[in-house]
């Protein structure tokens, strides 16, 4: 099952109190995550890999993290968050529904259905809120109550700590993408690919609860190896999804990056843990063209 949206779960959770940790005890509290420092020319970028969604009892700074976080003038991410919920909400009503009158009954085979009815109420959310949701929207909201079950909080997550903590010392801000860019990936699914990931998200939901804390731990541990094993296994069922949200936006990214480190200004980057581990990850591509790249 796919989990590593992590921004969009940001983005529908950024208004949201959760309830107390469930699986947090498999957690370590000192987390001690990958980072990555890219150099060339004698200039200097900062690369970390974000988990949007936290207990609240996990520290993951570190010395070398703070003294980056000083030296920077920029701080990048993924999109900006302000006004999110309405930029969600104009284009979920716009792209996220069935037609009137159509329901997930209706187009979904009856197992498929049961299934997913029974993952809705696995992570405590309604199936008939589900009901009017084009397959996709239904995936991610199952994988985004998963987290919520889970206790995990954006309030604690990296990059909201990040940019509050750079806003307050007056920083400038870049950003990758829209909200409605982010959401466009699942949007432009084919019919099939739509229920391939629905398929996919149900039978994790129902087979693999623990997922949202395994990746957590694997982000925790700085294990970028087992956590990039875990996204393509994620993968496997939606290939245009991978191709579209993860190896596609880092390619788009890439000239951007480069254009941080070429501007004299050291910019410290901060984007889902995800799109930097693995074999089509930002640093890959980044190593591929020369940097130097220090970093698991």
Same mark, same amino acid.
């Given at each position: ?27 370590? #509290? *000192? ?83 049961e299934e997913l009815e029974k993952a809705a ?25 998963? =987290? ?7 309030? =604690? ?9 750079? #806003? ?28 391939? =990931? ?34 393509? *296994? ?9 191709? #579209? ?52």
């Amino acid at each position: 099952m796919m989990r590593c949206c992590f921004a969009l779960f940001r983005i529908f959770l950024v208004v949201l109190a959760l309830a107390a940790p469930i699986a947090a005890a498999e957690i370590p #509290q *000192k987390a001690t995550p990958a980072f990555w420092v890219v150099e060339k020319d004698g200039r200097t970028l900062y690369l970390f890999g974000s988990v949007h969604l936290l207990p609240p009892d996990i520290k993951w700074t570190r010395d070398e993290i703070e003294r980056a976080r000083a030296r920077s003038a920029v701080f990048a991410f993924e999109a900006p968050l302000k006004d999110a919920e309405v930029a969600m909400a104009r284009f979920v009503e716009a792209h996220g529904r069935l037609p009137q009158g159509k329901t997930l009954k209706d187009i979904l085979q009856p197992d498929l259905f049961e299934e997913l009815e029974k993952a809705a109420w696995a992570v405590q959310y309604p199936p008939k809120l589900l009901a009017p949701l084009r397959p996709w929207l239904a995936a991610v909201y199952l994988e985004l109550y998963a =987290y919520l079950k889970a206790g995990y909080s954006p309030f =604690y997550g990296v990059d909201h700590i990040i940019e509050r903590e750079a #806003q307050a010392r007056g920083a400038q801000f870049a950003y990758f993408e829209t909200v409605e860019e982010q959401l466009s990936f699942f949007a432009k699914l084919t019919g099939d690919g739509e229920l391939n =990931y629905l398929k996919a998200t149900v039978r994790g939901v129902l087979d693999e609860p623990n997922l949202p804390a395994d990746l957590i731990k694997a982000w925790a541990t700085g294990n970028t190896v087992s956590l990039a094993a875990m996204i393509e *296994k994620g993968f496997e069922d939606v290939p245009q999804l991978r191709a #579209q949200l993860l190896v596609a936006r880092n390619r788009n990214w890439l000239p951007r990056i480069i254009d941080m480190l070429k501007s004299g200004k050291v910019h410290f980057v901060t984007v889902g843990a995800g799109h930097l581990s693995g074999k089509d990850s930002v640093v890959a591509m980044l190593r591929a063209r020369g940097y130097r790249v220090t970093g698991p």
